[in-house]
């Protein structure tokens, strides 16, 4: 653990706390006052008083609660064969899963109710610590494990994802079912590390010890492309939520946040892009995909306006806003 912890400087260090200026002659003295006052600390700087629980973290207590009970119905419906009662529930609780996500934001609203900057900056701030902790910790355990030093397996984080390779763990060797179930239960393996370290690392950055994080196993992929943040595709082997293995027949493919999937990107070039990018997760020769590419741009000439354009609406009226020349009949 002794590499997780940052340099600790023994200088003087001056908080606001309750409308004083308060110095402490040291990062101890400061350790000594946080416990005193029962306070906890984030990483933005901001103290919290741990005595109750305020009215946004009672809220989103509740909405935790209701999404874990909405995963565990829609298991019990997949289990049980019921695929539709599944996909609602499962539906329910991305539902709630995007409430939970977006209230970071709305707290840096200034139209919102509880509008507080330092309270965004707070969750923002404390999150980027927590997972780029999780990156080290598991790079850390990767390290020990093949006797490496400072190698980097982590391919890729963002805000509450952490993707790692256990390629440098297999060889030629092993089947494919081997290197899956290896990969599988390195994951679990992983997953209960993190869950371990995370309260003890609330406890020495934050000194809170209402420890709320928990990382899960999501998914095993045998090919992944990543553009940048929260642009990614990934050619998923299993499922780690269901314990399924999926079948890599092209199908079982994820893409997020590249533009050239959306709805909005014209519909030929979407359909175009979205094979490019199977082609390449699913290892089709480079040769095929190059005469995909000829083949298509000489068929361009040939195709209807509406494939081609980009699907945005067009305002037909005009500047003094009196007169409408929307064609009835327009696409």
């Known amino acids: 653990m002794k590499r997780m912890l940052p340099e600790i400087?023994?200088?003087?260090?001056?908080?606001?706390?309750?409308?004083?200026?308060?110095?402490?002659k040291n990062h101890g003295d400061f350790c000594q006052f946080l416990e005193s006052e029962n306070l906890s600390l984030s990483s933005?700087?901001?103290?919290?008083?741990?005595?109750?629980?305020?009215?946004?973290?009672?809220?989103?207590?509740?909405?935790?609660?209701?999404?874990?009970?909405?995963?565990?119905?829609?298991?019990?419906?997949?289990?049980?064969?019921?695929?539709?009662?599944?996909?609602?529930?499962?539906?329910?609780?991305?539902?709630?899963?995007?409430?939970?996500?977006?209230?970071?934001?709305?707290?840096?609203?200034?139209i919102f109710r509880f509008y507080d900057k330092e309270n965004a900056e707070s969750v923002t701030l404390t999150g980027q610590t927590l997972i780029k902790a999780s990156e080290k910790y598991v790079?850390?355990?990767?390290?020990?494990?093949?006797g490496k030093n400072d190698v980097d397996y982590v391919k890729y984080i963002d805000t509450d994802s952490l993707y790692m390779s256990s390629v440098d763990f297999l060889n030629k060797e092993?089947?494919?079912?081997?290197?899956?179930?290896?990969?599988?239960?390195?994951?679990?393996?992983?997953?209960?590390?993190?869950?371990?370290?995370?309260?003890?690392?609330?406890k020495m950055f934050f000194n809170s010890e209402k420890n709320l994080i928990k990382i899960l196993p999501d998914s095993v992929s045998s090919k992944a492309i990543w553009l940048a943040k929260k642009r990614y595709a990934?050619?998923?082997?299993?499922?780690?939520?269901?314990?399924?293995?999926?079948?890599?027949?092209?199908?079982n493919i994820e893409i997020k946040g590249f533009d050239v999937v959306r709805t909005s990107f014209p519909a030929t070039f979407r359909k175009f892009m979205g094979?490019?990018?199977?082609?390449?997760?699913?290892?089709?020769?480079?040769i095929s995909i190059d005469n995909d590419i000829i083949?298509?741009?000489?068929?361009?000439?040939?195709?209807?306006?509406?494939?081609?354009?980009?699907?945005?609406?067009?305002?037909?009226?005009?500047?003094?806003?009196?007169?409408?020349?929307?064609?009835?009949?327009?696409?």
Do not use: C, H
């Not at 400087?9 to 402490?24: D, M, R, S, T």
């Not at 935790?64 to 609602?88: H, M, Q, T």
């Not at 790079?139 to 093949?146: D, M, Q, T, V």
């Open 9 to 24: 400087k023994n200088e003087p260090i001056e908080v606001e706390y309750l409308g004083n200026n308060l110095i402490f």
């Open 44 to 110: 933005a700087g901001i103290l919290y008083k741990n005595d109750g629980v305020g009215l946004v973290p009672g809220i989103l207590d509740n909405w935790f609660k209701d999404r874990v009970e909405l995963k565990n119905k829609a298991k019990e419906a997949l289990k049980s064969g019921d695929i539709e009662k599944y996909e609602f529930y499962n539906l329910r609780q991305k539902v709630v899963k995007i409430m939970l996500n977006s209230i970071y934001g709305t707290l840096g609203l200034e």
């Open 139 to 146: 790079n850390s355990i990767f390290n020990e494990k093949l």
């Open 174 to 202: 092993m089947s494919y079912d081997d290197k899956l179930n290896f990969t599988v239960n390195l994951s679990s393996e992983i997953s209960k590390k993190l869950n371990d370290f995370y309260p003890y690392f609330v």
């Open 234 to 251: 990934l050619y998923k082997a299993y499922n780690m939520d269901t314990e399924e293995k999926l079948v890599l027949d092209g199908n």
């Open 275 to 286: 094979n490019f990018i199977k082609d390449i997760l699913t290892d089709v020769e480079r």
């Open 295 to 331: 083949k298509f741009l000489e068929e361009i000439n040939t195709l209807s306006i509406f494939d081609l354009a980009k699907n945005t609406s067009v305002k037909f009226v005009s500047q003094d806003k009196v007169k409408d020349y929307n064609p009835k009949s327009r696409k």
